[in-house]
């Protein structure tokens, strides 16, 4: 069975910080991971995936992730962060197969962002 | 505007009820799913469609019962309702693609289940 493990419920951080919102995962495969974000009032969005290549993707809105497979982490990381940036953020975890669009989830990291 | 519309977004029932949770989506999307996230558990896959044929339930009651009357429509209906159906029901699509599993699903906002 495949889990993901967020380990930090809620982050706080200052305007134009770094960040890092840990992401760890269970899967005997090789596993297809995501990171999606929830802004208040709203569905979640893609941030990022992972598949194969280089360990370190690029998204949206200047967050990046590093997938470590010996360490079975894909860890998001922004450089500076903007208030706008205060959200939920999801790390999920699929494998290979057959596409049925199950996604496992994290609980989520709630990442609030002082001005 | 909102490509994938779920209605309503907050729903009161009571205990034995039976309601029905709302999903369109606009963006010509060809597989539709639905996902739960309740108080204590992460977002849950609960069934997934394609070409409107149910091709995953991971869902153990009958009592949730998906209906998909058109190609953008996965509406489920939730029978018998108990407190611990409580939960946000997320429905979500993804574009027709290579397949595989690294399929982007775009999400609703959710519709806020209580059950009392």
Redesign the interface.
């Known amino acids: 069975a495949q889990s ?1 493990t967020q380990p930090d419920a809620r982050v706080t951080v200052s305007e134009g910080a770094s960040l890092q919102l840990r992401c760890k995962y269970s899967y005997s495969g090789t596993p ?1 991971l995501f990171w ?1 974000v929830q802004y208040p ?6 941030l990022l ?1 992972y ?1 194969s290549g280089d360990p370190v993707v690029q998204g949206v809105n200047g967050f990046e992730a590093e997938f470590i497979k010996s360490n079975s982490s894909f860890h998001l990381r922004k450089a500076s962060v903007h208030w706008s940036d205060s959200a939920v953020y ?1 790390c ?1 975890v ?15 990291t709630i990442l609030r962002v002082h001005p | 505007d909102p490509k994938i519309i779920q209605k309503p977004k907050y729903l009161v029932a009571v205990t034995g009820s039976e309601k029905i949770l709302i999903c369109e989506q606009y963006l010509g999307h060809n597989a539709m799913y639905w996902y739960r996230q309740s108080a204590k558990k992460p977002l849950e896959f609960m069934f997934s469609y394609s070409y409107q044929k149910l091709m995953d339930n991971q869902t153990a009651s009958s009592r949730f019962q998906p209906q998909s009357s058109k190609k953008n429509h996965l509406d489920l209906q939730i029978t018998a309702l108990k407190p611990d159906d409580s939960a946000t029901y997320f429905c979500a699509s993804s574009p027709p693609g290579t397949g595989g599993a690294l399929e982007t699903l775009y999400f609703g906002s959710g519709t806020r289940l209580t059950v009392l």
């Open positions: 993901v297809y999606y009032r709203q569905g979640l969005q893609l995936k598949y999801f999920a699929s494998g290979t197969g057959a596409n049925t669009g199950k996604l496992t989830f994290g609980h989520g």
